[in-house]
């Protein structure tokens, strides 16, 4: 069974600063994807940031970037620039890609405070 | 273009009591997913429909179910409530066109508290 682990419950970054948020996954599949979820506080998730596992290179979106690391099954999100509304929970997710189901697996989250 | 749509937002149940949330996807959509969110669980996958039928289910007792209409408007009822229910949940809709990296869109949610 696949697995997405978050270590990090709580991470703090400083307005205009650079965060990184850290996500490791387990699966023996070698077809899935990746996913960046951010759940602010009035509850709507949204995708941030999603990365194929067959493409090597990382995926950006504007101040939004990720270091996927397939060897080591990691799968950070790097935030730049951070804005008072990057402030929310955040969700590192999985999905295979075998098979048509768009079934994801979470992390457990990690709530991250800018500090303005 | 109107986003998911979940109903009701709040409520409240006594245990033994069943409820029905209904989540309405965007238009065009054909797929929707459900999850529940709870401090200790985390995120966990309830089921997931695709034109009327259930594509997948996630490792819940029986008294979770669900179904999907023809509109593609999806329902997951609970019975029998436990205290051990109260929870977010969510539902998620996506296009499905066959595009293996399918976005889901999330609503809001229900909150349900089961006292």
């Known amino acids: 069974a696949q697995t997405v682990t978050q270590s990090q419950p709580e991470m703090s970054v400083q307005e205009a600063e650079t965060v990184t948020l850290s996500c490791t996954y387990d699966t023996s599949e070698s077809d899935y994807y990746l996913f960046w979820y951010k759940q602010p506080p009035s509850r709507q998730m949204i995708l941030v940031i999603r990365?194929?596992?067959?493409?090597?290179q990382n995926a950006t979106e504007n101040r939004f970037s990720v270091n996927f690391q397939k060897a080591a099954k990691s799968f950070s999100l790097k935030i730049s620039d951070s804005q008072l509304g990057d402030a929310a929970m955040y969700f590192c997710a999985y999905r295979s890609g075998i098979g048509s189901s768009y079934k994801l697996i979470f992390g457990s989250g990690t709530r991250l405070l800018v500090r303005p | 273009k109107a986003g998911v749509t979940q109903t009701p937002r709040y409520l409240i149940k006594t245990r033994g009591q069943q409820v029905t949330l209904s989540c309405s996807p965007i238009?065009?959509?054909?797929?929707v997913s459900w999850y529940q969110q709870t401090p200790g669980q985390g995120l966990q996958f309830l089921f997931e429909?695709?034109?009327?039928?259930?594509?997948n289910k996630g490792n819940f007792p029986g008294r979770f179910s669900g179904r999907q209409f023809s509109n593609s408007r999806s329902e997951m009822n609970v019975s029998t409530l436990e205290l051990g229910d109260s929870a977010l949940y969510l539902c998620a809709s996506s296009l499905r066109t066959g595009a293996r990296t399918g976005e889901l869109f999330f609503g809001e949610g229900s909150r349900l508290t089961v006292l």
């Open positions: 238009s065009g959509h054909r797929s």
């Open positions: 990365q194929e596992a067959y493409k090597q």
């Open positions: 429909y695709f034109s009327e039928t259930q594509r």
